[in-house]
């Protein structure tokens, strides 16, 4: 069996090469093949950060293991971590969230055992990056989540709460204030749900859920959501369990998986061989699960979970009375403690099942499509327009367009009515929506909003612009506040 190996930035490949040695000393039967990524493929030309060598490697492979990589910054290019995910479709990031016994933290202290696994969407969201400027005061963000996307993720962190016999699985998201976005992911985690009724099934706004996560953090088993927000609260729960030094992470697709760190490069102790490896570890270890080779992964974890225990540590953590360990030295006593057990949760030795790596040569996209259950229609359109006027001065301007198809319903202001009701004191910016709808609702098409367009074009620069569509009798569309 062979894998891609990107050793990283910064401290990557120290603490890479340490991670190797445990594989190797514990004879793991899989080869590596080293690939070309990070910060300085970036600076070599490679705009994405990988040659095309490493690319091809990886896709015929179907099996990444990488080190922490640096972005440069201020050269307009993208997260190299981010567009790896994004190019191969690891639909899910999972991190695993456990109390490590010899890594205090006050929960720890507090005899509160943790065990939280976060399931994150990785693909959609924020994170596609589609960003404007409307007017040099205002910006705009595109946040994409999609049916298929959301069902992809929210199906594999079911099956995987289930092969993992879990309590509980909880939906966490924002669908009281993203009552399209976040309330399409909500909506798709309770039809997924239908399937697993063995599963305790529940959902938690994200700002409760992460009060309740530093309060009652033994409460939570599995929990999905959207990408920002599983970024933002996986970053919280590895804070539960003593930094995101300890904390795992395997990105999950269909065809090509990916296990990192996600900490950073930390470039001032580069070189220095003083890093801690134990979270490119334990995503390593879960990559060696994930091939099928349970008994190397328990060894090497118990190893890992004995050694914690003893107090044994590098210089991030642990007991200050006690000498740290630099990298080499604390891979070393992991390897000494081979076939030691921890006295708390210890890992079952289980034989390896190898899984045989499937190539995958695909010819054309994978399209993500789902079935259409009810008629669409085009029934008006937002126009967003720039203009440093008044409400009542636009809808003037904006009534004399409306032509024998459109009516005018409301002017609103980064999402604030302002027009036909409002208040004064209502701060305003340069960039207004401005909503027509069908009069009588009937259907119009896309030359109706075209020829809308080019008329209010006469009078204001138009920024951007969205259908109004209906499916069946449902607005697929959100209202201003205060409409």
């Avoid at 202290?109 to 994150?120: E, F, M």
């Avoid at 040099?136 to 069902?151: C, E």
């Avoid at 904006?398 to 302002?418: D, E, M, P, W, Y």
Wanted: include cysteine; aromatic fraction near 8%.
């Amino acid at each position: 069996m062979k894998i891609a190996v990107a050793k990283g930035d910064g401290i990557g490949p120290e603490i890479m090469d340490a991670v190797l040695k445990i594989f190797n000393a514990n004879k793991v039967p899989v080869e590596y093949e080293t690939v070309e990524m990070g910060k300085w493929v970036f600076d070599k030309g490679f705009s994405n950060g990988m040659t095309p060598d490493a690319q091809k490697t990886i896709e015929s492979l179907g099996i990444l293991f990488k080190g922490p990589m640096e972005t440069p910054k201020g050269k307009g290019v993208k997260s190299v971590n981010v567009t790896a995910r994004k190019t191969w479709n690891t639909y899910a990031n999972k991190r695993v969230f456990q109390t490590l016994h010899g890594v205090d933290t006050v929960f720890s202290k507090a005899g509160i055992p943790i065990d939280i696994t976060v399931v994150r969407e990785n693909i959609e969201d924020t994170y596609g990056g589609v960003e404007h400027m409307l007017t040099h005061d205002v910006a705009l963000s595109r946040r994409f989540i999609t049916r298929p996307g959301s069902i992809q993720v929210i199906k594999y962190a079911f099956e995987m709460a289930r092969k993992n016999h879990s309590r509980r699985i909880t939906c966490g998201h924002k669908a009281n204030i993203m009552k399209i976005t976040d309330g399409l992911f909500l909506e798709c985690f309770y039809e997924v749900a239908k399937d697993y009724p063995e599963l305790k099934a529940d959902d938690v706004i994200v700002d409760d859920l992460c009060m309740k996560l530093v309060t009652r953090p033994d409460a939570f088993d599995v929990v999905v959501l959207t990408n920002l927000q599983g970024d933002i609260v996986s970053d919280l729960c590895a804070g539960l369990v003593g930094g995101l030094g300890f904390a795992p992470s395997a990105n999950i697709g269909d065809h090509i998986c990916i296990f990192e760190a996600v900490h950073g490069t930390a470039p001032d102790i580069a070189g220095k061989n003083i890093a801690n490896p134990t979270a490119l570890l334990l995503s390593g270890i879960a990559m060696l699960r994930h091939l099928g080779l349970m008994e190397n992964a328990a060894i090497i974890e118990n190893a890992l979970l004995y050694t914690l225990e003893q107090g044994i540590h590098t210089g991030d953590f642990g007991d200050k009375s006690k000498p740290s360990l630099n990298t080499t030295e604390f891979a070393d006593a992991i390897i000494d403690n081979f076939g030691k057990t921890p006295q708390v949760n210890a890992k079952p030795l289980l034989p390896n099942k190898p899984v045989t790596q499937t190539v995958f040569k695909l010819d054309k996209n994978p399209m993500l499509v789902s079935q259409e259950l009810t008629t669409e229609k085009i029934i008006g359109v937002d126009m967003f327009i720039e203009s440093e006027e008044q409400p009542a001065a636009i809808a003037k301007k904006c009534q004399r367009h409306a032509g024998v198809k459109f009516n005018l319903v409301n002017i609103s202001n980064r999402g604030t009515q302002v027009w036909p009701t409002g208040s004064v004191f209502t701060n305003l910016v340069n960039q207004y929506n401005v909503r027509f709808e069908s009069l009588d609702g009937e259907p119009l098409n896309q030359q109706d909003i075209i020829g809308l367009y080019v008329s209010l074009s006469g009078n204001f620069k138009i920024c951007s612009s969205e259908l109004l569509n209906m499916w069946g009798d449902k607005k697929a569309y959100s209202l201003a506040q205060g409409q």
